[in-house]
């Protein structure tokens, strides 16, 4: 619950979950990014690069001391700030407004 709690206060969508792991993503960041940005600081997490949850992230809940690097490090990204919107339904929404914007105006 502690993970959770702590992802949610990060801007991530945690889906609730009774077993040893989470299934969340954030709001900015895409899944690939955030699990790639991890992997080069030696913190493993599941990614799926499948249509519908591509931006969510299967995170393992391991021992605190496990969870307190993950969490800092996931600290870390956030103070960085995404480098461009996740693949997300609202991002897409908000590419086909621009677009359908720019269409009208011609």
């Known amino acids: 619950e502690r993970v959770s709690a702590e992802l949610a206060s990060m801007d991530f969508e945690v889906l609730p979950s ?3 792991f989470v299934f969340a ?3 900015e960041w895409g899944g690939s990014e955030i699990a790639a940005r991890l992997r080069e600081q ?3 997490v599941r990614h799926f690069d499948r249509p519908r949850i591509a931006d969510f ?3 393992t809940i391991g021992t605190a001391a496990d969870n307190d690097e993950l969490l800092q490090a996931l600290r870390t990204l956030a103070d960085c700030g995404p480098p461009y919107p996740a693949n997300s339904r609202e991002s897409t929404k908000d590419k086909i407004r621009e677009v359908e914007h720019i ?3 011609d």
Request: net charge positive.
């Open 18 to 20: 009774s077993a040893n």
């Open 25 to 27: 993503r954030h709001r």
């Open 42 to 44: 030696g913190i493993i």
């Open 57 to 59: 992230l299967r995170i």
């Open 103 to 105: 269409i009208e105006a």
